[in-house]
């Protein structure tokens, strides 16, 4: 089952910061994180266990909340770097090694 | 390290013919996949593999196929092209455990 993604495009300024947030309906094992530029492959960023932990990666960090199915990726004072389109992918309980990625939310960063 | 490398990265084909996309890691990395991506859209699965000689269906197989004969190699099969299978794909590895995925290049796919 695909995980949902929201917003599906932010567009900022530098300096500005957003959260990416991704929903799942089942039970997840794990989620990660990936930034993919036009015409290139995804990079991995980072992924996160249940557990609630938050991990970070420069100014970037992310949360899981397993209550809540749901994790958010945390983009602070943007650099136009951050430019892309962020790709959450899931695992669940139920079929770890096997993931499902969300159809991405693109930033935009502007001088 | 090449990391995970996919050939060839540009293809067009006419439609009813066959090709295979090649991907090979040199990770040793036990995960293998295969995505397609069509535009402006999200990652899909088609296959994967958790070791040798084991391959299971994702989400789209439907006009694919593959093997895992080694660790390394993990190649795509597409059988009587169609339009509908023009997209980029990407083959990807991971190891076990908590890492992610990395990407191969991709290869971008027209069928005419």
């Known amino acids: 089952q695909q995980p949902v993604q929201s917003p599906q495009a932010v567009i900022l300024r530098e300096g500005e910061d957003a959260v990416i947030n991704c929903s799942s309906s089942?039970?997840?094992?794990?989620v990660h994180w990936y930034r993919q530029k036009h015409g290139e492959a995804p990079v991995f960023l980072m992924i996160l266990l249940k557990g609630g932990e938050q991990k970070g990666h420069e100014k970037i960090s992310a949360s899981f909340n397993e209550k809540k199915q749901q994790s958010s990726l945390y983009l602070t004072a943007s650099q136009l770097s951050y430019s892309g389109t962020y790709f959450c992918?899931?695992?669940?309980?139920?079929?770890?090694?096997?993931?499902?990625f969300g159809d991405g939310t693109t930033l935009t960063v502007k001088p | 390290n090449a990391g995970v490398t996919q050939t060839p990265k540009f293809r067009i084909l006419k439609i009813g013919q066959s090709m295979t996309l090649q991907c090979t890691q040199d990770?040793?990395?036990?995960?293998m996949y295969w995505y397609r991506q069509d535009p402006g859209m999200g990652l899909k699965l088609i296959y994967y593999?958790?070791?040798?000689?084991?391959?299971d269906k994702g989400e789209v197989p439907n006009g694919y196929n593959v093997s895992r004969s080694t660790t390394e190699d993990f190649p795509l099969r597409l059988e009587l092209a169609a339009p509908s299978q023009t997209s980029v794909y990407f083959c990807?590895?991971?190891?076990?455990?908590?890492?992610?995925?990395?990407f191969g290049s991709g290869t971008r796919l027209t069928v005419v």
């Open positions: 992918g899931t695992e669940y309980k139920t079929n770890a090694g096997k993931s499902t």
């Open positions: 990807a590895s991971r190891a076990e455990g908590s890492s992610g995925y990395t």
């Open positions: 990770m040793n990395h036990n995960y």
């Open positions: 593999s958790v070791g040798a000689g084991i391959t």
């Open positions: 089942k039970a997840l094992y794990s």
